[in-house]
């Protein structure tokens, strides 16, 4: 029902910075939030931003408030992710993911990209 493609990934250096992009195709009207999570080697997927598809609220996980915006067009049917003042610790595959629930941003999400990876040298 709903493709998702991520691209933007790439290798950066510490302090820099790289955007995402995540383009959802197919039967998208009944998408209520979209969201970047990551997962790094041997770790758990991890929640790091989202966005509501009407209204535009956004979340983020702590550890990328201040540096990290997410943000949308409804147009083009696709999601950033603003990525500033990278750390080595942000190194992981970015998922993309879209949840068809009026509730909720930090999991139940029913669609799932391939992922890109993001690598940040020290």
């Known amino acids: 029902q709903v493709q998702l493609v991520e691209s933007g990934g790439g290798l950066a250096q510490a302090g820099g910075s790289l955007r995402l992009s995540c383009a959802a195709s197919?039967?998208?009207?009944?998408?209520?939030?979209m969201g970047w999570f990551r997962q790094a080697p041997g770790k758990e997927r991890e929640f790091v931003a989202a966005i509501r598809w009407s209204g535009g609220s956004t979340y983020y996980a702590n550890s990328v408030k201040g540096r990290f915006t997410i943000s949308r067009d409804n147009a083009k049917n696709t999601v950033y992710l603003q990525m500033n003042s990278l750390k080595p610790e942000d190194t992981a595959v970015y998922y993309c993911?879209?949840?068809?629930?009026?509730?909720?941003?930090?999991?139940?999400?029913?669609?799932w990209g391939q992922g890109t990876q993001v690598t940040v040298s020290s």
């Open positions: 993911g879209v949840s068809t629930k009026p509730s909720g941003y930090r999991g139940g999400y029913d669609y």
């Open positions: 197919g039967r998208t009207s009944s998408t209520y939030v």
